[in-house]
């Protein structure tokens, strides 16, 4: 039976779009009374026997992320759903991130997609991911992420009830941008520079001589406007769609930290599902994550080349090992600080990167 629909439309076209590491958030739907992207596409119920298994991810409908989710519930529906049916609710209608990855802890729902260094509040050592130029390529964070070094990141989070399955979903790199051009660090000094609240990006603003500002994702476009903030940082997916562009049109792309997403979910819900069904659920998230990085890449060479031609944007000529000679110290700061759960972590990802 299909469920009562308690957002207005108007309600769902005012949900903030969670982008980047933004810390933009809305009032989340009950979870009874959200409508699934497949029930706003007229697509069939639940079969009468299945467990219905929610579903979620901050991104509205018509982005990378939520089109990905719907493609990956299809699939694990093609296969099992007449045993655990997949109901995805994308634009925060379940909450945002952080409410999701409770409501997961707590059994309000089963699983979800977001960035993989959100989940560095429950461990510290993903915060590395944020880390300005702590890996050289997107392939060397993978290595790590796979590794030895890293296997203590998702025993933990399994003992937080969150179990991740796939974090191979690539977004494109991180980039600085600002209302004058960016050629070096020498640029950033001194720099109104937006940060989350987070410290990790406090301390890639510090390192770089810009003076952080706490502002949320929501707020981001029009603290550019109004001058409160001269620029920033974000992936590059996000610069355009949230319209960073208008108010900063200098980008340093300098590839500064490869953010990936992520799917897990309810360790309980997870622990109780068959091996069978583990597999087939793991095999349909590998499968779209392909087609996933492949969107990504190609929607910002789209981008770009908009942003060039129609958005007026200049793409500095930068000095890149400036920017990552200024961030050098960082790591053995950081470490020395005890800033991850690991103590020598920074030292143990070098190898990642020979």
Known sequence: MKKTIAMGLAAVMSVTVL???GGGS???AEAAGAETAAEAAGEKDAPANAQVVKFGNSGAIGEPAPQTCQEFCDIVNEKIGDRYYFEFYPAEQLGNE??????????????????????ATYEADLNILSMAFAFDSYDNMIDYLKSDVAAPIWETLDGQGIHVI???????????FANKELKSPADMVGMKYRIPNLPI????ARAMGATPVV????????ALMQGVV?????????YRSAGLYESAKYVADVDYAYPVEQICFSAQFWDSLSPEDQKIIEDAAAEVASRHSERTLDKWNEDKEWLISEGGVTFCDIDRQAFIDAAAPLGAELQSEGFFSTPDLYDQTRQFNQ
């Open 26 to 28: 809305s009032a989340p």
């Open 166 to 176: 796939n974090f191979e979903f690539q977004k494109n790199p991180r980039i600085f």
């Open 19 to 21: 982008a980047g590491c």
């Open 98 to 119: 952080t409410t999701m990855l409770e409501n997961i802890q707590v059994g309000l729902q089963e699983g979800m997609m977001c960035a993989l260094d959100t989940l």
């Open 201 to 204: 990006f406090e301390k890639n």
């Open 215 to 222: 502002v949320a994702w929501s707020e981001y476009p029009f």
């Open 230 to 238: 001269d620029g920033g940082e974000c992936s590059k997916d996000s």
